[in-house]
């Protein structure tokens, strides 16, 4: 080989390598390099350049590992060499050797335009080991860019909230004909049942019940799903009305199948461990009702849920199969009484004795009779008659609130939500269903046909006005969430802006929901808010009729009633529940504030880091009286819980030993017998590094349900300087069902959601 040859082969192979390369040296001194630079400032630094450090390999990472590198990054790195390598082309254009280097130099861009991006993906690997060397120890650094993966989740969520995408059965259209003429009501079960595609599942259909072929061929097959479950009154009959659903179902020549979800007893499990296993029930139930369903091809869905968490779960079930269904409300219990206090008494009224208990006030009243019992006969006679038989309880607690609001919405029979569980009515009921849910499947009435935003302003509408639980936001976002429903926070405070509060119902009224039965019930209460232009009637229900049809045949609430007030005499003249922000809570917090303890409220912070903490300090009678004390439970939201568990126990002793002089602070969440001035649902929550974190005892902290704020006396300058050394707790749980729980669940603000990506 001559010199000449020599020195062309080197420079060829030289400037092809580097064409080959460059896309790969792009994409390490873009996305590698930065970490060599900042990471020694990120660990040795000012905390200005720390700050500034974590966010610029922040911003680095996620460039490398979010982005769809093959698509954008890589292919972009290629252009550039490749316009360089044009760029020194036709520099060198011209004489002999310079025409000669100029087309070697054309042919390199155009290489490196086509094996850049390969070379590219090669690099990655390179990269990510790069990466992994340098975070190796460094904490601070992953952990901050787990906090900002937390907004940057909570943000695709947003993007993304209303393109919810479903498997698609494709069922048989609506209005299609079997060959004698009759309509197709089996539109989904016939992918199984029709010809002899599937003759296995028609064997095992048969086995399972259906009485005969033309019952195969034609009849829709109804899911049932009870939340059934002996050890919670709230569930203890569910599965008898799921017989005499089924009984009745079966009698209009439909197909019932019979199925169960499981549940958590609130009230069995509040302030215990047991109550982070709470929340997450809903999500079961709903994957629960959703899953068999879909799997087994049913037409058509009736479920027939009792405590809190179960109506939220079956509805989000019935939005995502979005199937004809019908919500039977498993109904209240009745009214207990105690002949030690000499009045009636419910479930709230043990939690508020334990704090009566242990501060020494629980006492039989002064009333003239005996006064002769000890506190521990008094607590066993509560024990022993609080809650009469089955039923969820009573009060406008969690369970009723969201039964009233979905049948105000138009998914249960009229009724449904105030018909006592141990009712003769209730049964009637369950009777009744099959009428609807026939109607239902012959006019196509789908749940997210009648989840709208109408329906939904109704639900809130009738949580104001009666006094709803504060769970029923974080419900209904979930619920609306699920249906591809636009409804916020700001949707809460608005309606709450409108709407009195007139019910004169526990927790913080005398009445409870077998009361309010006898007057008329809920839809006695309908027709008073249709009347005066303030729910809405017009929506559809599952019966096919309208909501102001269905209420139609109702009393009008009597005119000497005395538990629900006059509009222009109400208890508040806007809603309890209030939506507040400020720089405690700057992704929102709710509070439930009847007005009967003031509108605002300023005290010293005493923070507690885990419920169990402060029902401590109550049981040891440790918070004092002398000073307005603002009380924060924290590191118990969704995540940091994990599970967002109540905080009844705390609540009510508070109550209970008229602790008059405190609030209450939570990033967790209050059940629907908790009142008093409680704010909970604070977003973003302590885990994840919200200012609820930051707080420290003494701090003055300001709730102001006029101005709806929530704000700590502390400046954003301190604030910045206690989170740097604001450590994140480390994952308490790595298996089982609430480490994939805290995993998923999205913040309260957006319902605590974990199918939210
Ligand atoms: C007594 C209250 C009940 C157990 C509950 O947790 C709720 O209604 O939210």
């Given amino acids: 080989m001559s010199d000449s040859t020599l020195v062309k082969t080197a420079q060829i192979s030289a400037i092809l390598t580097a064409a080959a390369a460059s896309g790969g040296i792009i994409s390490i001194s873009l996305f590698a390099l930065p970490g060599f630079i900042v990471k020694p400032r990120q660990r040795k630094g000012t905390d200005r350049e720390k700050a500034l450090g974590a966010s610029i390999s922040h911003i680095a990472r996620q460039w490398q590992y979010d982005y769809d590198v093959g698509k954008i990054v890589f292919p972009s790195a290629a252009l550039i060499s490749s316009l360089l390598y044009s760029y020194v082309a036709y520099a060198v254009r011209g004489e002999r050797s310079g025409r000669y280097l100029s087309a070697l130099y054309a042919t390199a861009a155009g290489l490196n335009l086509l094996i850049g991006p390969f070379t590219g993906f090669a690099i990655l690997p390179v990269n990510n080991l790069i990466w992994s060397y340098l975070d190796k120890n460094d904490d601070l650094a992953v952990e901050r860019v787990t906090a900002t993966a937390e907004e940057k989740l909570q943000q695709e969520q947003d993007e993304h909230k209303f393109e919810a995408k479903y498997l698609d059965y494709s069922p048989v259209p609506y209005g299609s004909k079997h060959e004698d003429g009759a309509p197709v009501l089996n539109r989904y079960s016939t992918v ?26 034609k009849s829709p097959q109804v899911g049932v799903a009870t939340v059934w479950w002996e050890g919670n009154p709230c569930n203890m009959h569910l599965l008898e009305l799921g017989k ?85 409300y498993g109904g209240t219990i009745a009214v207990g009484y105690s002949n030690l206090l000499r009045k009636r008494i419910n479930i709230s009224t043990c939690f508020e004795a334990a704090g009566a208990y242990a501060y020494d006030t629980l006492r039989q009243p002064d009333d003239g009779g005996d006064t002769s019992k000890s506190k521990d006969e008094i607590i066993e006679d509560l024990e022993s008659h609080a809650c009469p038989g089955a039923g969820a309880c009573g009060g406008m607690y969690t369970a009723n609130t969201l039964a009233t609001a979905i049948e105000s919405m138009g998914l249960s029979l009229p009724g449904s939500s105030s018909t006592p569980a141990e009712s003769p009515a209730k049964m009637r009921e369950c009777v009744k269903v099959a009428d609807a849910i026939q109607v239902c499947i012959e006019k196509d009435i789908t749940p997210r046909k009648l989840l709208t935003k109408s329906s939904f302003e109704n639900a809130l509408v009738m949580t104001m006005a009666l006094g709803g639980s504060t769970n029923g936001v974080l419900h209904f976002l979930a619920m609306a969430r699920t249906a591809e429903v636009d409804l916020t926070l700001d949707d809460f405070q608005r309606v709450s802006n409108k709407i009195p509060f007139i019910a004169d119902l526990a927790p913080s009224g005398r009445y409870y929901m077998a009361d309010l039965y006898e007057i008329g019930g809920i839809p006695s209460v309908q027709k008073l808010l249709i009347a005066a232009g303030l729910l809405n009637g017009d929506i559809p229900t599952v019966t096919g009729k309208t909501l102001a049809q269905n209420v ?4 009008s609430l009597p005119q000497d009633q005395v538990i629900i007030r006059p509009l222009n005499n109400p208890i508040k003249p806007t809603g309890h529940l209030q939506i507040l922000r400020g720089n405690l809570a700057p992704g929102g917090a709710v509070a439930k504030i009847t007005g009967k303890e003031g509108l605002k409220f300023t005290g010293k912070a005493r923070v507690f880091n885990k419920e169990h903490e402060l029902n401590d300090a109550l049981t040891k009678g440790k918070i004092p009286r002398d000073e307005n004390l603002v009380l924060i439970v924290r590191y118990e939201g969704p995540k940091g819980g994990p599970g967002m568990p109540e905080q009844l126990k705390s609540s009510a002793a508070l109550m209970g030993a008229n602790l008059t002089n405190v609030a209450l602070l939570t990033d967790g969440r209050y059940s629907g017998a908790s009142h008093g001035f409680i704010v909970g649902h604070i977003v973003p929550e302590a885990a994840v590094g919200g200012p609820i974190a930051l707080v420290q005892d003494g ?59």
């Fill in 192 to 217: 199984l049942t029709r010809g002899h595609d599937s003759p296995a599942a028609q064997a095992m259909l048969y086995a399972a019940g259906v009485p005969d072929r033309n019952a195969m061929k």
């Fill in 699 to 757: 701090d003055l902290i300001t709730i102001d349900a006029e101005t709806n704020q929530l704000n700590m006396n502390v400046s954003e300058a301190e604030l910045q300087e206690r989170l740097k050394s604001w450590q994140p707790p480390k994952p308490q749980l790595t298996r089982g069902v609430l480490a994939k729980y805290a995993r998923l669940v999205g913040d309260a603000s957006h319902g605590a959601m974990t199918d939210l990506f």
């Fill in 552 to 555: 139609e045949s109702f009393p």
């Fill in 244 to 328: 005499t659903v089924k009984k009745s179902i079966t009698e209009r020549d439909l197909i019932a199948w019979q199925y169960n979800t499981i549940g958590v007893s609130d009230g069995i499990t509040m302030g215990t461990e047991g109550m982070r296993f709470s929340l997450q029930t809903r999500e079961l139930i709903a994957d629960s009702v959703e899953t068999v369903t879909c799997a087994q091809y049913h037409d058509a869905c009736i479920a027939i849920p009792g405590c809190d968490k179960n109506m939220p779960g079956v509805v989000m079930g019935m939005a995502r199969h979005n199937r004809p269904s019908i919500m039977i």
